[in-house]
């Protein structure tokens, strides 16, 4: 699978900051159509022990990559396949 350009990633961030609707299943939806790229959702409550690539009013935005056949979190833009949205509450 093809790792994502770092302009990509530059405009799907740049995606989710301008956007008014902070659901992160309409975000998702978005950056699959506009960039046609692997967005997964989830809670910030899910994720631990990664720093987000991008902190957003509400939603914050993590690197996926699949090192070794298995999805995981990533520090690394240069291992990026995907970005996944996590909805941050209690803001």
């Known amino acids: 699978m093809p790792m994502i350009e770092p ?4 405009k799907a961030v740049e995606i ?5 609707d902070r659901a992160v299943e309409v975000l998702a ?3 699959r159509a506009e960039l046609d ?3 997964f959702t989830c809670s910030e409550d899910d994720i631990c022990g990664v720093k987000p690539l991008a902190q957003t009013l509400g ?8 090192n070794g056949g298995c999805l995981s ?6 291992m990026a396949l995907g970005l996944v949205l ?5 803001e």
């Not at 989710?16 to 008014?20: E, I, K, T, Y």
């Not at 939603?59 to 699949?66: A, C, D, F, K, P």
């Not at 979190?73 to 240069?78: G, K, N, T, V």
């Open 7 to 10: 302009q990509t990633l530059v």
């Open 16 to 20: 989710v900051a301008a956007s008014d």
């Open 29 to 31: 939806a978005t950056l």
């Open 37 to 39: 790229m692997i967005v």
């Open 59 to 66: 939603v914050n935005l993590y690197l996926l990559s699949s």
């Open 73 to 78: 979190l990533a520090r690394d833009p240069e």
């Open 86 to 90: 996590a909805e941050v509450t209690g």
